[in-house]
């Protein structure tokens, strides 16, 4: 995988899950449509389908990870790459299919766009 350039003022917005099968590319797709936000996705597993590299942490303006065993994970292998960048749990736990509208609706009902929007310009 390529590491998405950063060439725009738009919100960088890194999902994390374990694995990056289902939470989180799901989020990549629902939040790229939002003008603003650039998305991507990756897994903190081994076995990811993407794992999590500090390349792709450095491309991200936010970070975030669907459960807070996911957060402690990231702290623990990248903490010194982490810096400050803002680190949401979106409490989401892995019970969900790739694209159902469940997921989706917790998915929006969980980030706030608009005021992620406003803190990061």
Not at 9 to 19: G, I, M, Q, W
Not at 33 to 50: H, M, N, R
């Amino acid at each position: 995988m390529t590491t998405p350039s950063h060439t725009d003022d738009s919100c960088h917005v890194l999902f994390l899950c374990s694995r990056n099968r289902l939470r989180s590319p799901t989020a990549e797709i629902v939040f790229s449509k939002i003008p603003g936000l650039q998305t991507t996705s990756a897994g903190l597993a081994p076995d990811a389908e993407t794992p999590l590299d500090a390349d792709l942490l450095e491309w991200a303006d936010v970070v975030c990870v669907m459960e807070k065993a996911h957060r402690k994970k990231l702290q623990s292998r990248f903490g010194k790459q982490l810096g400050s960048r803002r680190v949401i749990c979106l409490d989401i736990p892995d019970d969900y299919e790739f694209m159902s509208p469940e997921l989706v609706d917790l998915l929006q009902e969980r980030l706030p766009v608009e005021r992620l929007l406003r803190r990061v310009r």
